[in-house]
């Protein structure tokens, strides 16, 4: 098996982007996100999973209507699914759909509390790309791949969290709303970055799920990150591919541990219900402000380290200083800086009508090429929100391990 197609293996999920805020301006943040994102004169497709019932689906609803259906429906223990199609920057539609759920819905299979994925992984990083003929290379075209989906990333975080009453998003191939320090993308509303580190602590040392856990404030992930004892440490995946290995290990581990506790019950359906209430209490507990050290992640070759202390001085950092160290470790390498500008004139003469040549670029050179040099970004926002973002090859790691080691939070 070639080194990309592995690759793909371990990638086979689309792109998921989330969005944090509390229930009751759920809909609300549903309805900013639905008005970003479909495109003028285009319908929704609205589909309502109640957790016992039959689901319920409409078709072809204006904007408005769909947030109407979904506001009389919201609060009755369901998740909402609004699917439709939106733009990218390659020029291509492509369908999207936005779930949303309410709390009794959301602690049984906490996704969101808003989530948006594509139907397919190829939707938002394609198999191949259009490129403007002329003087072009392996990297020229890796290069033209990754300012796209980059300006796609940014760009669809933005909209899906653009509701005032969202706090905080999301954007990786996960399986769920992992660390936001391994994600591709993460939005903040305010300038508090340091809310990823405190969420990653949360869901590694505790295994507190993001989904859950990012809707505390600031204040309440400190004191979290406080009870653990002094010198505890997590692992954190350097790249994607740890991360998801890291994901599939914890969902096994926490699957087994709950299966542990309801192995006594001896019908299927006492120990589903069973395993539902032990999860609810939990989150009850936590939601209280109590601390449950249950996270099941165990190191892996090549991981780095993170320290409660590490975390705890971060959260101290004013948050223009943290922001100004991520923004110089985010200064792009010497390749990158090399090829950006020609992979502009690419995208910008492809624009103005120059002939075109269709090309792969899911080989293992290109992938190489993105995984090593794609940069990042600090994108700080008209409204005093910030989005830190690479290419979804790559995860949000290696700019915070720069700006901790910058400020000496880090050896």
Known sequence: MSRASSYRTLREEPLRLYAACDEEHRVDALAAALSALVMPGWFVRLSIHPLAGPDRSYAALPVEKAVEVARSAFGTDVSIGASFWTMTSFGHGIPL???????????????????????????????????????RSVEV?????????????????VRVCS?????????????????????????????FVARDLALSWV??????????????????????????????????????????????????????????????????????????????????????????????????????????????????????????ALEASAVPDDAWRALEPIALETIQAAKEGAPTENVIVNTGAHTRFIEHHAPFHVRRLPRGGVVLATHPYRTLWPLWADALFALGLMS
């Open 163 to 191: 509701s005032e009453h969202v706090t905080t998003g999301g954007c990786s191939d996960l399986t769920a709303w992992g660390p936001p320090i391994e994600l591709a993308a993460t939005y903040h509303a305010d300038s």
């Open 141 to 157: 075209e890796a290069a033209v791949m990754s300012v796209l989906v980059q300006k796609d990333i940014i760009d669809f975080s």
């Open 203 to 324: 869901h590694v040392h505790e295994g507190y799920k993001v989904a859950r856990a990012a809707g505390n404030a600031l204040d309440a992930l400190r004191a979290r990150v406080e009870a653990a004892p002094r010198g505890t440490r997590i692992a954190v995946a350097g790249n994607v591919a740890r991360a998801r290995k890291h994901a599939a290990l914890e969902h096994v581990a926490e699957r087994e541990r709950i299966g542990l506790l309801v192995r006594d019950e001896p019908d299927p359906r006492a120990r589903w219900r069973r395993s539902i209430e032990l999860t609810e209490r939990e989150d009850a507990l936590r939601a209280r402000g109590e601390v449950l050290p249950l996270g099941t992640r165990v190191a892996l070759a090549g991981d780095a380290e993170l320290t409660r202390e590490q975390v705890l001085a971060a959260l101290s950092t004013p948050p223009a200083t943290l922001l100004e």
């Open 97 to 135: 759909t936005i779930g949303c759920a309410d709390e009794k819905h959301e602690r049984r299979s906490p996704d969101g509390p808003l989530s948006a994925s594509s139907g397919d992984y190829h939707d938002l990083l394609p198999n191949s790309i259009d490129v403007a003929v002329g003087a």
